[in-house]
């Protein structure tokens, strides 16, 4: 089993997905080349941990924004099937 990530590294994994949120880019494709770029092994808590993070600093930077009516983690994932399904 694989021990889980420092707080640092889950922090920089987030950054790295709240980067490719923010152009509309495939989180899961992101995550998993930081992943490799550090030669990091992330088991399935790590990656709930750093989408816990990413959806906890999207929300404040939205509300920061004044945004009023986000796009729903459901159409999240719709848009992001678009997106894997075009490349």
Known sequence: MTPPLSEQLLLAAA???????EFCG???VALS???ADHHVTLSD?????VFAIVES???DSRRTAGVVHAITPTERVA???IFSEAS
């Open 15 to 21: 950054s790295t997905v709240l980067n490719a949120r």
């Open 79 to 81: 848009i992001d099937r």
């Open 26 to 28: 495939q989180e899961r």
């Open 57 to 59: 600093r999207w929300h």
């Open 45 to 49: 808590v790590d990656t709930r941990a």
């Open 33 to 35: 080349d930081w992943a």
